[in-house]
């Protein structure tokens, strides 16, 4: 059975949803970063292994003990030894982790790690209930989101583009930030160009600590890609 028919039947079929959710992303984006992922490691291990005793002994070291347990048990997949063991492996196989990440980065381009940090401290502001950072068709999630289908990353998109369409329509400028109220609670929103950021909070979120968290997010990710505000 091919690595990838084994994810996806891992954990009762919820592998990729409970893998998107400790790196903060959705399910469909999980199983997007692996399929690239998955295939391109497989093949850095066959080629770094000399002959077949060693791909061998290296299977073998993989597979001692219980090294497959979080195929089952999804508490694992954030276990400390678990990711551990990952490093090591991806050591070995692509010389520094340095050297994994680089290719994970052009294989997967939308796992943003800083942006990920960012979101995840913003995530654990009082009131936030859910948070995004999306740039161009990706997504980085963090709360109670199952997929793309979510009606808080449907309504920031339209919001985003709405609001954009209507400041050139006025000849105002960019629409850079907003605050949307409703029956869910409030949505924090701030956008350039393809980024944006958002959260949905209570009524007990600092509303203006949040916009200017979420400002800094876009930001710093438009100083990263080289684009001038």
């Keep these: 059975m091919a690595l990838l028919d084994i994810l996806t039947q891992a954990q009762g079929g919820a592998f990729y949803a409970n893998a998107g959710k400790a790196v903060g992303i959705p399910p469909d984006e999980a199983r997007a970063a692996l399929s690239a992922l998955c295939p391109a490691i497989a ?12 791909l061998d002994a290296l299977l073998e070291i993989i597979e001692d003990g219980d090294g497959d347990a979080f195929l089952d048990d999804p508490t694992l997949i954030g276990d400390p030894e678990v990711a551990k063991d990952g490093n090591a492996i991806l050591t070995d196989v692509y010389g520094t982790k340095t050297a994994a990440l680089k290719e994970a980065k052009a294989l997967a381009p939308g796992l943003d790690k800083k942006a990920l940090g960012a979101l995840t401290a913003i995530a654990e502001m009082d009131g936030v209930q859910k948070a995004t950072y999306i740039r161009g068709s990706r997504a ?7 997929d793309g289908k979510d009606p808080f990353l449907r309504a920031v998109r339209v919001v985003g583009k709405a609001g954009h369409r209507y400041s050139r329509r006025l000849d105002i400028g960019s629409f850079k930030k907003g605050v949307l109220q409703g029956p ?3 949505i924090c929103l701030c ?11 209570d009524a007990t979120a600092e509303i203006e600590r949040i916009l200017a968290e979420l400002q800094e997010v876009v930001a710093s990710s438009l100083y990263a890609m080289g684009v001038s505000q």
């Design 43 to 54: 093949l850095k291990l066959r080629q770094s292994a000399e002959n077949e005793e060693t």
């Design 140 to 146: 980085l999630v963090k709360g109670d989101i199952k």
């Design 184 to 186: 869910f609670g409030v």
């Design 191 to 201: 956008c350039y160009g393809e980024v944006l950021a958002a959260v949905q909070c």
